[in-house]
């Protein structure tokens, strides 16, 4: 299941599962302060895998302290290795990403120039800058927006003019949650996942 990708120039410890059924794969983008091992702790990883649904965790190159190297933080390069990453792993089939932070940032740039089934998205930071914004109108395909009530990074306002801009998508509000919302409310975050993934495989 872990394997180091080589892609872009670039080297990237991931985490990958191939269904034997031919689903739709998930994407797991980390925050800039994580990596992969992020989504074992809250226990996605193993749920992933109990449900059988595909899934590549990658450690992104603009990670503090993650697995991929060399280190940038230009989000086209990103994109660029990301793009390699899905088409290395899954061939051709359009995948869900979720992204958190940095990672959601990645996400909705990743899904102005990419076929994207769904987006997940934990307080994406920069979600409203112009070229983004503009993009927005094209992303017919679900989105969910995670935002933790105690965020004190990401303000609501934000992410409820973000929810606004696009065309399929709900803002969910996790009480008692802070900035990384997803490991303050693990279960409800899972549980809102698999409901996202849910729509799209029906």
């Known amino acids: ?22 689903t739709t794969p998930i994407v797991l983008l980390h925050g800039f302060s994580y990596t992969i091992e992020v989504w074992e702790k809250i226990g996605l990883i193993k749920l992933l895998l109990e449900k059988r649904v595909s899934f590549l965790a990658i450690d992104m190159p603009y990670g503090l302290k993650s ?14 290795i990301l793009n390699e990453a899905i088409r290395e792993v899954f061939g051709d089939t359009v995948p869900m990403i979720l992204g958190a932070s940095l990672g959601g940032k990645i996400a909705l740039n990743y899904a102005a120039k990419f076929p994207v089934k769904a ?40 992410m409820r003019t973000l929810t606004s801009k696009l065309p399929n998508a709900k803002l969910l509000v996790y009480q008692g949650a802070a900035h990384s919302a997803y490991q303050d409310q693990p279960e409800w975050f899972k549980h809102d996942l698999l409901e996202l993934y849910a729509n799209v495989e029906t």
């Open 1 to 22: 299941m872990e394997k180091a990708l080589s892609i872009a120039d670039h080297k990237c410890q991931s985490i990958i599962y191939k269904a034997t059924t031919n």
């Open 67 to 80: 697995r991929g190297y060399p280190k940038t933080r230009d989000i086209q390069k990103n994109i660029i």
């Open 119 to 158: 987006l997940m998205v934990v307080a994406p930071a920069d979600s409203l800058e112009n070229k983004l914004v503009e993009a927005y109108k094209k992303f017919t395909f679900p989105t969910r927006i995670v935002w933790g009530a105690l965020d004190s990074i990401i303000s609501g306002e934000e």
